[in-house]
């Protein structure tokens, strides 16, 4: 049977959509610095618009996943697709501050549409139960494929192009995604109980649940630590680290620069999260959710305290951006997984979808407040251990979800 196997059309399809979407939207802190240059802005300018973006992501993506949901998921794939060109080619005309923070809501609104919230929703109804967990984490590694070359080719682009043009290469690269739509049929795996459920009643019993309040309120530091790591990491990483040794291995792969290093460190977490991703899956067909995703949030809270103490070496850069990686998206086929086991997969996508919006929220803050700290205290370091903080908090807050499955009542 097709739909008993792992590696589906539907997976493959899904896979290439998240890679392309996710390698634009991983680039967009190699732009800090050539924007702010060139019109003469404050750090916290640019950061307020990829901030602007992370928010609208949020916002937008219970609202592509009602839309996947009512008039069909590529309907919705292809709103997206249009929206986050669209966004990305206007923005290579802005000369203002509020004409990117505004243009930046059409980009966040079509990484919504493009990226997790719908098409782990495809994935996860088109995989049987034994095969979704891992499913979900390699549709989600694929991310991070994208992550691995989105950063590096930006920063070969911008040493070829000014960064306007870059942005609508990266938008014919959002349009060309759409060639692996045809791959997303599936038919759901939803049972006739769920189908016969209003999105209603089902999202009102999600938030009477304490359970989801719980899941809801522990994405918001992944958001936090994700984002601003992409948005802000190479340009910390350029102006805080230590020389790359003339001779040294770096040099000789071609990272000679801070500016190099920091685009590097994004790929190679993006990297290290291929591998961490596929095996959170793995895990989280095995062991409780609750517990894994408690446990990388620790692991997480743990690493950026040690390499913020520590002096900012190249080393320390590289080995920080392999422990980070390995953690970085393994939160997503987790909290996906469980808000899947625990509500259904009938409004699966809705369902994660407001869950991810607590992501976003935190998104939003950790690139704004990164910004606005850097122009206060011409630093990252309280603003870093803002994350550590929150990061503690997301591991205590997943320990009391009620981990089993809430039966959908017939009509």
């Not at 739909?3 to 967009?28: D, E, H």
């Not at 549709?139 to 870059?166: I, K, N, R």
Request: glycine letters at 12%.
């Amino acid at each position: 049977m097709t739909q008993n196997r792992l590696i589906t059309p539907v997976l493959v399809g899904g896979a290439i959509i998240l890679m392309l979407s996710f390698a634009v939207r991983a680039s967009f802190g190699v732009f800090q610095i050539p924007i702010a240059a060139e019109f003469h802005w404050p750090r916290s300018e640019f950061s307020l618009a990829i901030a602007i973006q992370n928010l609208a992501w949020g916002i937008g993506q219970p609202i592509f996943g009602a839309l996947a949901e009512r008039f069909g998921d590529r309907r919705a794939i292809v709103v997206g697709a249009v929206m986050y060109a669209a966004g990305l080619v206007f923005s290579a005309f802005a000369t203002q501050p509020w004409q990117h923070d505004l243009l930046e809501i059409f980009v966040g609104f079509g990484i919504a549409g493009t990226g997790f919230g719908v098409i782990l929703a495809v994935v996860g109804r088109a995989t049987s139960d034994e095969n979704r967990s891992l499913a979900l984490g390699i549709a989600t590694a694929a991310g991070s494929a994208g992550q691995v070359f989105g950063a590096p080719v930006a920063q070969v682009l911008l040493g070829h192009f000014a960064w306007p043009t870059v942005f609508i290469l990266f938008a014919a690269v959002i349009v060309v995604s759409l060639l692996a739509l045809p791959m997303l049929r599936s038919e759901p795996r939803a049972s006739r109980a769920e189908l016969e459920e209003s999105m209603g009643t089902v999202l009102l019993r999600a938030f009477r649940d304490p359970s989801y309040t719980l899941i809801f309120l522990g994405f918001f530091s992944c958001g936090y630590q994700l984002a601003f790591i992409t948005a802000h990491f190479p340009a910390m990483v350029t102006e805080m680290c230590g020389a790359v040794p003339p001779g040294s291995m770096l040099a000789g792969l071609g990272i000679q620069t801070q500016s190099a290093l920091g685009a590097a460190a994004i790929s190679l977490i993006g990297l290290a999260n291929i591998v961490g991703t596929i095996y959170a899956g793995w895990a989280g067909k095995r062991w409780s959710k609750k517990y894994l995703l408690a446990g990388i949030y620790v692991a997480r809270t743990i690493a950026a305290a040690v390499f913020i103490l520590v002096p900012m070496t190249p080393a320390s850069v590289l080995i920080f951006s392999l422990v980070m990686g390995a953690l970085w998206l393994a939160t997503v086929p987790l909290t996906s997984g469980l808000v899947a086991y625990i509500y259904g997969l009938r409004y699966m996508g809705t369902l994660y979808g407001f869950v991810f919006l607590s992501h976003q929220l935190g998104a939003f803050l950790g690139v704004w407040l990164g910004g606005k700290l850097y122009d206060i205290y011409g630093n990252y370091t309280m603003v870093w251990w803002v994350g550590v903080g929150v990061g503690a908090f997301s591991a205590l807050v997943h320990l009391p979800v009620r981990e089993r499955p809430m039966q959908a009542q017939p009509a």
